[in-house]
């Protein structure tokens, strides 16, 4: 399984990356309310996932906070996409 990603594929790291692949950027509290994990769990998920260089993470102050918005990398674009098909092949 030439394009099967370990990393992608465990399921927190899957759902967070299908998420962000049918938006530009996702808000951070609007990816843990979907996600329904604790702060601690979605940003031990968003770290590895920056490590590998598959998100990014923009930080903009509004309305007198700071919020953070991830969004995919290209990388993480293309590993994604290919995972899911790697998924489809399995399951096809």
């Known amino acids: 399984m030439g394009r099967f990603n370990a990393l992608i594929h465990a399921p927190n790291r899957l759902k967070l990356c299908a998420l962000l692949a049918s938006a530009a950027e996702i808000e951070f509290m609007v990816l ?19 490590e590998a260089g598959f998100v990014k993470l923009i930080k903009r102050k509004e309305y007198g906070r700071q919020r953070t918005w991830i969004s995919l990398s290209n990388r993480g674009h293309k590993a994604f996409v290919d995972h899911v098909g790697e998924l489809k092949k399995i399951v096809g």
């Open 32 to 50: 843990r309310n979907h996600l329904e994990v604790s702060d601690s769990v979605l940003s031990k998920q968003i770290k590895l996932l920056r």
